[in-house]
């Protein structure tokens, strides 16, 4: 389990952070796709071929069935994969 913050920023403050990104950035489409009580965000990286699919749940516990639409497309598994990180994949 990883702890994400996140929260509001002023533009001064994020003019000042932005330049400190170059060479660190992601580019990415998000598609919001609901799914009963939870949504799928799923990722479509522009700048690689990459597309993942997440859902943010209430607890670590909580079982989640692929529904039908996103099966086709399922490789593979990649939670608590590092390599799968925004952070790393920034890099």
Do not use: C
Request: glycine share 4%.
């Amino acid at each position: 389990m990883r702890t994400e913050l996140e929260e509001e920023t002023s533009v001064e403050v994020f003019k000042s952070m932005w330049p400190l990104t170059k060479g660190k950035r992601l580019t990415k489409r998000r598609h919001r796709v609901p799914d009963g009580a939870f949504a799928w965000e799923i990722d479509e990286f522009t700048d690689r071929a990459l597309v993942l699919a997440e859902i943010e749940l209430p607890a670590a516990d909580t079982e989640v069935t692929i529904p039908e639409w996103l099966q086709p497309f399922v490789e593979r598994e990649v939670t608590g994969d590092v390599a799968y990180l925004n952070s790393t994949l920034a890099k």
